[in-house]
């Protein structure tokens, strides 16, 4: 079993609309987690960190269920610059940022 | 201000000779990370500097892969003798700080025939 699995997608949805992404990690003791934006031949870049209470940041929200050890992105009004792959990632140890990074999953908005 | 540097941004090499990628971390950053990412897999850490600290070489895949980061700056990653699996996306990282974030450079594509 992967250590952070992601639904591959792709996820493809009309603009405007909102979509939803899920990701399971193994290590019940792991201590952060984030979720990676990665454009087509790009490097992943932080989208946003992922904390218990959930956060949001503009159209964007996440949430962790430690219980379940999933991890969710919600995307409301989706734009066409959102389309790229998005990355869950997980630090399993703390201390330093030693990430354990999703297969990703791909979403394509059109117009 | 200038990001996370790597060069070449693209090498194709014959398998068994050995190739040196190179990463220029986002000045002062103590903390430099080499992942690889293979054609629909997630990245696979391969190596952490911090500081002056013995590096942390967990995810180095085999013996062929070493690394070393020269003056706690300049980082190389070497492949001896490559092989067809070696073919990826090397990215290197760097952070201020171990625990900050970590920021990605743009990652040489290699290529082994």
């Known amino acids: 079993r992967k250590e952070v699995e992601q639904d591959p997608g792709p996820f493809n949805v009309p603009e405007g609309a909102t979509v939803a992404f899920n990701c399971t990690y193994s290590?019940?003791?792991?201590?952060?987690f984030f979720w990676y934006r990665q454009d087509c031949r790009k490097e992943p870049k932080l989208l946003m960190s992922?904390?218990?209470s959930g956060n949001e940041d503009g159209r964007f929200t996440a949430q962790l269920n430690r219980a379940s050890q999933y991890i969710s992105l919600l995307i409301r009004d989706s734009k066409l610059s959102d389309s790229a792959t998005y990355l869950c990632?997980?630090?399993?140890?703390?201390?330093?940022?030693?990430?354990?990074f999703g297969a990703g999953t791909r979403l394509a908005v059109h117009p | 201000g200038a990001g996370v540097s790597q060069s070449p941004s693209n090498k194709v090499t014959e398998k068994g000779k050995d190739v040196e990628l190179r990463c220029d971390p986002i000045?002062?950053?103590?903390?430099l990370y080499w992942y690889r990412q293979s054609l629909g897999q997630g990245l696979e850490f391969l190596i952490y500097?911090?500081?002056?600290?013995?590096?942390?070489k967990s995810g180095l895949p085999s013996d062929r892969f070493s690394a070393e980061r020269t003056g706690g700056s300049v980082s190389t990653l070497t492949i001896q003798r490559t092989q067809q699996e070696d073919s990826a996306v090397y990215l290197c990282?760097?952070?201020?700080?171990?625990?900050?974030?970590?920021?990605f450079g743009p990652g040489t594509r290699l290529t082994v025939l």
């Open positions: 990632v997980v630090d399993p140890r703390g201390g330093y940022n030693k990430l354990i």
């Open positions: 992922v904390y218990s």
């Open positions: 500097f911090q500081g002056n600290s013995a590096p942390d």
């Open positions: 290590n019940s003791a792991s201590q952060s």
């Open positions: 990282a760097s952070s201020l700080v171990a625990t900050d974030t970590q920021y």
């Open positions: 000045s002062g950053h103590t903390a």
